[in-house]
Each structure stands twice: as C-alpha cells, then as structure tokens.
C-alpha cells in the first residue's frame, strides 16, 4: 500500500490530469492543483464537485510530491510554480511518468495511433472489468456509461490510451515511457506537428514503439490503414491485423466504429476471452461523450457533437451520418483546433472530408504565437478547397444565426471541435433556439 501524500498537480485541468487527480483523491491522497486562471467545464465542475482545491496561495500547501501536467508550460502561473517546486527541492514527476509507474500494471496494454485510441481504450476497459480482469486504465475521454477516466487497480491487468505527442516535460513520444505487451495501432499519420517536425520523424516514433514490444507480446493492426504497413517488420512478436466487426451496435455505428470494435474483438479473441462473452457485454456499452454523441433531437432535426478535427476523421463521421440518416440534408459547424490545421499543407484532403455536408460552418481561426505567416492556414485556404458551401463566420454571434437561419425540420447539424467553450455554448444556444423557432 502506498503511504499517503500531499499532491500539487501542474495543469490539473486536461483529459489525463482531472481524471488522474480524482483517482488519487478516491486513493486518500490530499489533492490540490493549478491551471491558467480561469478553467472551463467540464473539468472545472468535474474538479469543484470532487472537492479539489485550484490555485492555491502557494504558502498554504507544502505538497510531498508535484505532478506535472502536459500543458504546464502554456499559463505563466504554472510555469512560476513550476520553477519555486523546483527551488525548494519538493520532488516531481511529470502526469505521463506518473501513469507509467503507478497504474500500468505486468500485462500492460496500449492503444495508439491517429485515431479511434479512445472508443478502442474505453471499449477494452469496459469488456476486461466485466470478465472480472480488474484492469487498471486511463481513456482519454468520458464514457457514457459514467464509469470513470482512470483507474487505479491491484490487478497483472492495464489498459492506457497512448498517444504520440511530445510536451510539458516529455523528451519522447509519450507512448515510449509506457512498459508494454500488448499494443493496438490503429494508425501512424503525422497530427502533431508541433512535436514532429517531419513525417520521417513521426514514423520513428512509432517504430520505436513497436520494437519495444517483448517477443512474448503481441500486436494487433489495424489493416486498412496503409501507413502501418512498412511498420510490422519492426515487431518481433506475433502480429494479428483487424478490419471490420459487422455487429450492429445502437451507439457505436459507422464504418469507423466497426474497424474500431474490430481492434476491440481481435484484442479479447487473443486474450482467451469468447466471442459470446464479448458481443454480449458490448450491448451495454454506451458510447463516449463527444465522438458522435447525438445531444439533441427536435422536430426530426438532429444535433450531434463530435471530437474529429483531421480530415480522415471527419470524413469517416460524416459518411456514417450519412448512411444512419439517408436522404437528410448535413450542416456542419467546424472549429479547427487542432495544431496540424494551422498549417497550409494540411488541407490537402479537406473537400473530400466535407463532401457529405451541404454547408460548412467554419469558425474563428486561431494560432500560435511562433507560427510564421508564410504556413499559416487562412480562411481563403478553406474557400479555395470548398468552394460555395463554406461560410467562414469568426464572431460566434453571427455563426449562430446564419445556422439557426439555414437549418430547417429534417436537417442533421453535427459539430466537430476538439475543444474551446465558446463553441459549444454556441452550439448549445443554436439547439435552444432553434426549438424555440420551430416553437413559434
């Protein structure tokens, strides 16, 4: 049993540092953290009902250990911490280090790729905790099911969504500092192009990844993905590929979620667990929040929100969309969050991902500081790829009402963004509204 402490987390406001500070307070550790000077909801609500102490006066805590999240170095206050934890000699570790010695466990599985790491994670960590595994895991999102985002287990059994990007303290790919025997790779493509400055170098990574898997292990691929096909040879274990698990599921529908499902069957088929067992149990899994989450039905008028930002993503979401609602007309209101579409030359693939949407609601571009103007993605760029269908609206005010005035009974609207609570309130205040004007 670990001996109780006083934690301070850096950044407590993300997908890994909430979940994981709640997993320690329900350990009976003592919990504070900070973040920039305001955070937003969710994790601001998530974190005020577990009774988590934010941005206290530095002289009122004296932690035994700081866990230092990914972002820290994005909010002055975080960084000043950062350097007084440091000067008063208080141990640290970053969040990833963290995870990597206290929650993966002997029989360690990772799941890693461009995409599907959280259905495919939650999924798995839902089927283990049934066949009474006990597995210990983090998911990189929220389950509908309402079980939580990591959890600490005394189990041989771990499940972690892994990902590829470098920051905070990170000196590798994140992926790297987990032990592992068991890995999933969905995909390989180079997203995060603020830590990989070329393809090659993000391919490397990913080699890394997978000649670290002992010969005892086993790695399971995704098929129809052609960017992982050079890498197998790197594995000097077993290798089983997926592609498609035809089961009609009431939340997880789509072609990508069936590839996602498939990874999720191959994995337990591998791992002794049957066929009855998994299909059975996979009935009450409810989805995750944000990956095409339908929020909202008024008036056959449907409102899904959804986490995609690459045009792979997207492309996937809205063709499944379009084959659950045939006929109906498709609006999308796009937020391009993601750090790899402040660059020019990724939108290659960006009208082709939009094809199913009759409109293309696209909101206010954004960028950091040190990205030269040369590269940058402008609204134009957009135009130049979709053409008429584009609206490019930078004040949310006027993108709510040109949507509310463009959608009408029979219509879907799905909002893709991976973050920002300016969009979503829009978002939401577009439903609201928008049963008011059918109302009337």
Not at 36 to 49: K, T, V
Not at 216 to 224: A, D, P, Q, R, T
Not at 298 to 321: C, E, G, M, W
Request: proline share 4%; hydrophobic share 35%; aromatic share 12%.
């Amino acid at each position: 049993m670990e001996a109780i402490m006083k934690i301070h987390i850096l950044a407590i406001s993300g997908t890994m540092t909430t979940p994981l500070a709640l997993a320690l307070k329900k350990s009976g550790h003592t919990v504070t953290g900070s973040d920039q000077n305001h955070i937003y909801p969710p994790f601001s609500q998530i974190l005020h009902r577990a009774h988590i102490s934010i941005n206290p006066k530095l002289d009122s805590i004296s932690p035994d250990l700081v866990i230092v999240g990914s972002a820290y170095k994005k909010f002055k206050n975080t960084q000043v911490e950062f350097r007084f934890f440091q000067s008063q000699k208080i141990p640290y570790i970053s969040a990833t280090q963290y995870l990597a010695t206290k929650l993966i466990n002997k029989n360690s599985i990772l799941v890693a790729g461009s995409y599907g790491k959280t259905t495919i994670s939650a999924v798995l960590a839902w089927i283990l905790t049934k066949s009474k595994l006990n597995p210990s895991y983090f998911i990189g999102g929220q389950c509908l099911n309402h079980f939580p985002s990591l959890k600490f287990a005394q189990s041989d059994w771990s499940i972690v969504e892994a990902d590829e990007s470098i920051n905070g303290l990170d000196t590798q790919a994140k992926f790297l500092y987990y032990p592992i025997k068991y890995l999933v790779l969905t995909s390989s493509s180079w997203e995060h192009r603020d830590s990989y400055k070329s393809e090659s170098e993000n391919r490397l990574s990913f080699i890394n990844l997978i000649k670290r898997l002992p010969p005892e292990g086993l790695l399971i691929y995704n098929s129809e993905d052609p960017s992982i096909k050079s890498l197998i040879k790197y594995a000097q274990c077993k290798c089983v590929d997926y592609s498609l698990y035809h089961h009609q599921h009431p939340f997880l529908f789509g072609h990508h979620n069936q590839n996602n499902l498939a990874a999720c069957h191959t994995l337990c088929t591998n791992l002794g667990i049957s066929q009855k067992f998994f299909k059975t149990n996979l009935q009450s899994f409810k989805g995750i929040k944000r990956r095409l989450e339908l929020t909202s039905i008024v008036k056959n008028t449907y409102f899904y929100d959804d986490f995609a930002q690459s045009p792979h993503r997207i492309k996937v979401s809205l063709l499944a969309l379009e084959k659950l609602h045939p006929g109906k007309t498709i609006l999308v209101i796009f937020e391009a969050q993601a750090s790899f579409l402040q660059y020019k030359s990724s939108l290659g693939k960006v009208a082709d991902s939009f094809g199913p949407a009759a409109k293309v609601f696209l909101g206010k571009l954004s960028f950091t500081s040190n990205l030269p103007k040369s590269v940058r993605t402008t609204s134009f760029d957009y135009k130049f790829h979709l053409g008429a269908k584009l609206n490019y609206l930078p004040i949310y005010s006027d993108l709510k009402n040109s949507v509310l005035s463009s959608l009408n009974p029979g219509h879907v609207l799905v909002h893709f963004s991976s973050g920002g609570l300016t969009g979503l309130k829009t978002f939401k205040q577009i439903i609201k509204n928008y049963k008011l004007k059918i109302k009337n």
